[in-house]
């Protein structure tokens, strides 16, 4: 078993900071990676960005790149969303994620994340 626990969501100004956290507990050794997506009033859910949890390769969505970073910290077995220079459509519900290691397919599809997050709010306002 996993569980997650996001943290750090709050209102923001455009342009702003925010870093969010997602803690993990339990059977973290079955985790392939660990992900972050969001998902918008009145929008389908989206990835955001994806870490491995063993190892360091990342991906980003092409929207968050280069203002958007995740990281992790193993022995806080944690994972960071830093996002900066925040945009009004940034305006989301965030979402930790874990996917198993026997999994097959993109890390990009939320299908394949068995482990969710309760999920933390971020409201940019312009």
């Known amino acids: 078993q996993v569980q997650l626990v996001e943290f750090g969501g709050g209102l923001v100004q455009a342009g702003g900071s925010l870093k969010l956290s997602c803690a993990a507990s339990?059977?973290?050794?079955?985790?392939?990676?660990m992900a972050w997506f969001r998902q918008a009033q009145g929008k389908e859910r989206e990835f955001v960005a994806a870490?491995?949890?063993?190892?360091?390769?990342?991906y980003h969505a092409d929207s968050v790149k280069g203002r958007f970073t995740i990281s992790k910290d193993n022995a806080k077995n944690t994972v960071y969303l830093q996002m900066n220079s925040l945009k009004p459509e940034d305006t989301a519900v965030y979402y930790c994620?874990?996917?198993?290691?026997?999994?097959?397919?993109?890390?990009?599809?939320?299908?394949?994340?068995?482990?969710w997050g309760q999920g933390t709010q971020v409201t940019v306002s312009s």
């Open positions: 994620a874990a996917r198993p290691r026997d999994y097959s397919g993109g890390y990009y599809y939320s299908g394949g994340y068995t482990v």
């Open positions: 339990g059977r973290t050794f079955s985790v392939d990676i």
């Open positions: 870490i491995r949890w063993s190892g360091g390769s990342t």
